[in-house]
């Protein structure tokens, strides 16, 4: 073999493996990131919500973000998929999916009045209202009937939240975080769920 075609054997070889490694660097670089993506998404899921008041007072949940993709939201979480198809949309089509639980819990307290329907059924009334609630009752004889209506606002804000690992400042991604807040004083976000889709 001549010095010439030796020179070129080598280069093959150095750049064959240079392209290995390179390929198989990459691959292990995707598949760890991967697997810290998996591992945070499944920490968000069990988290529990966080409270704090906003500056107007109003009491806000917050909680981080899961980011999952199309299969694995599948393999996962059946019954949202279920529930998707239910909205009449096409899963592949959804970019993110947010669950919300709230409670409401409120005492009434107000007068009941003496009052006469149709000119000679006596019965006893009451009514209430304010800025979420309108209530009001009836009770004639031993039956009661009463009506409740009731209005809020849930705001929910998805941004980017705490550094993953605050040591390393601003080289360090942020967590996507959700919060969660009900206008109505007395209801509270008891569970929330912000799930961010991707394609496999």
């Known amino acids: 073999m001549t010095p010439n075609r030796n020179s070129i054997l080598w280069l093959l070889i150095v750049i064959f493996f240079v392209g290995t490694s390179y390929y198989a660097g990459r ?16 920490s968000a899921a069990n988290q529990e919500l966080v409270y704090y008041k906003a500056e107007n007072g109003m009491l806000v949940a917050r909680n981080q973000v899961l980011e999952l993709r199309s299969r694995e939201l599948r393999n996962i979480y059946p019954e949202i998929l279920q529930e998707i198809r239910n909205l009449k949309i096409k899963p592949n089509r959804v970019e993110s999916f947010t669950e919300t639980v709230v409670e409401t819990e409120k005492q009434i307290t107000t007068v ?4 006469i329907i149709h000119d000679t059924i006596q019965a006893r009334v009451f009514d209430y209202a304010d800025e979420f609630y309108n209530v009001s009752g009836i009770a004639i004889g031993d039956t009661q009937q009463v009506y409740i209506h ?28 959700q919060a969660i807040a009900c206008k109505n004083p007395n209801a509270i976000v008891k569970y929330s769920r912000h799930i961010e889709i991707s394609k496999p």
Do not use: C
């Not at 809020?152 to 605050?166: A, E, F, M, N, T």
């Open 27 to 42: 691959k292990y670089l995707h598949e760890r990131s991967e697997r810290i993506r998996i591992t945070e998404s499944f």
């Open 112 to 115: 009941l009045r003496d009052s």
């Open 150 to 177: 009731s209005t809020d606002s849930l705001i929910q804000v998805v941004y980017k939240g705490k550094r993953r690992k605050p040591w390393l400042w601003i080289f360090s991604s942020r967590n996507l975080e």
